[in-house]
């Protein structure tokens, strides 16, 4: 995973954000322990009034978690702006190149991060609520999470890139996708879980002009399963198209649409259909 952004500072600036969401008491004072370097001078950097040497931005960086591939996206970042000549400038641009689009183009799988729920891509969506409030509290209360689920959700949103803080403001970062791939069997079953828990006192008590349900049952050719599901993409797709347009959004909805078997995979069809036709014989 890698982020996208102009200036160094401004990923230090949202770390610390991110930790006193977690705790309102961490401080500036907290951060520069915890990184390793005095609070003057983590105070000069942020400013930019000082820049870390090129080990110093190492230790930074590792105190902070990234290694491999983000070690290397932060430590090119500095260069670029602070590099001692223009050779060293030039290399670290180049090296940016690769982080330009600001995610990797790969998959991401959910247990590579944080264990995906239901909230987590909702909080990321209500974002674009025309009245959202950049609240915990808030968040919680409208999703009806509780405030200690949400700020733990926030947080691993921001962690994982998914979500930024800016001067204290919760955005949804656009340009990072989510590839949602299931995890681990014990994770998808607790979402899939949670997410009816939340969805069937909507399926009861919503009004039909907040809802609508749909149950269609058919049978079908398996050779027609990639087609079926080529519709249900293009659906997907005029459903994006035509939400995206909204002006003022002021709901927050959630449209699931599952395909599935009814046929128990370990039930042994052709036999049930010869002792049937036995038994329609023998009368």
Request: hydrophobic residues 35%.
């Given at each position: 995973?890698?982020?996208?952004?102009?200036?160094?500072?401004?990923?230090?600036?949202?770390?610390?954000?991110?930790?006193?969401?977690?705790?309102?008491?961490?401080?500036?004072?907290?951060?520069?322990?915890?990184?390793?370097?005095?609070?003057?001078?983590?105070?000069?950097?942020?400013?930019?009034?000082?820049?870390?040497?090129?080990?110093?931005?190492?230790?930074?960086?590792?105190?902070?978690?990234?290694?491999?591939?983000?070690?290397?996206?932060?430590?090119?970042?500095?260069?670029?702006?602070?590099g001692k000549n223009q050779e060293i400038?030039?290399?670290?641009?180049?090296?940016?190149?690769?982080?330009?689009?600001?995610?990797?183009?790969?998959?991401?799988?959910?247990?590579?991060?944080?264990?995906?729920?239901?909230?987590?891509?909702?909080?990321?969506?209500?974002?674009?609520?025309?009245?959202?409030?950049?609240?915990?509290?808030?968040?919680?209360?409208?999703?009806?999470?509780?405030?200690?689920?949400?700020?733990?959700?926030?947080?691993?949103?921001?962690?994982?890139?998914?979500?930024?803080?800016?001067?204290?403001?919760?955005?949804?970062?656009?340009?990072?996708?989510?590839?949602?791939?299931g995890g681990r069997k014990k994770g998808?079953?607790?979402?899939?879980?949670?997410?009816?828990?939340?969805?069937?006192?909507?399926?009861?008590?919503?009004?039909?002009?907040?809802?609508?349900?749909?149950?269609?049952?058919?049978?079908?050719?398996?050779?027609?399963?990639?087609?079926?599901?080529?519709?249900?993409?293009?659906?997907?797709?005029?459903?994006?198209?035509?939400?995206?347009?909204?002006?003022?959004?002021?709901?927050?909805?959630?449209?699931?649409?599952?395909?599935?078997?009814?046929?128990?995979?370990?039930?042994?069809?052709?036999?049930?259909?010869?002792?049937?036709?036995?038994?329609l014989n023998n009368q």
């Open positions: 995973m890698t982020e996208q952004f102009e200036d160094y500072t401004q990923i230090l600036k949202q770390e610390l954000a991110t930790r006193n969401l977690r705790n309102s008491r961490y401080s500036l004072r907290a951060f520069s322990r915890d990184l390793g370097i005095s609070p003057a001078q983590l105070s000069r950097i942020l400013s930019g009034k000082a820049v870390p040497s090129k080990e110093r931005v190492k230790q930074i960086a590792k105190a902070m978690g990234y290694k491999d591939e983000k070690l290397t996206w932060f430590c090119a970042l500095v260069e670029a702006s602070h400038k030039d290399a670290a641009l180049e090296t940016l190149k690769k982080y330009e689009k600001g995610v990797s183009t790969k998959k991401i799988k959910a247990e590579d991060s944080l264990e995906w729920n239901w909230h987590h891509f909702a909080i990321r969506r209500m974002t674009q609520l025309f009245d959202f409030q950049s609240s915990c509290e808030w968040i919680g209360r409208r999703l009806g999470i509780g405030l200690r689920r949400a700020k733990i959700a926030v947080e691993e949103l921001v962690r994982f890139g998914a979500l930024s803080i800016i001067n204290g403001k919760i955005e949804l970062r656009e340009n990072y996708s989510v590839f949602y791939k998808r079953e607790k979402m899939e879980s949670d997410l009816f828990a939340r969805c069937l006192p909507s399926i009861l008590d919503s009004s039909r002009e907040r809802s609508h349900h749909a149950r269609h049952f058919f049978t079908l050719n398996k050779k027609q399963i990639n087609e079926l599901k080529s519709l249900i993409n293009k659906f997907e797709n005029q459903v994006d198209d035509l939400t995206y347009k909204s002006e003022f959004p002021d709901d927050l909805f959630c449209l699931r649409l599952d395909l599935w078997s009814l046929i128990d995979p370990s039930s042994d069809i052709v036999s049930d259909k010869k002792e049937t036709s036995l038994s």
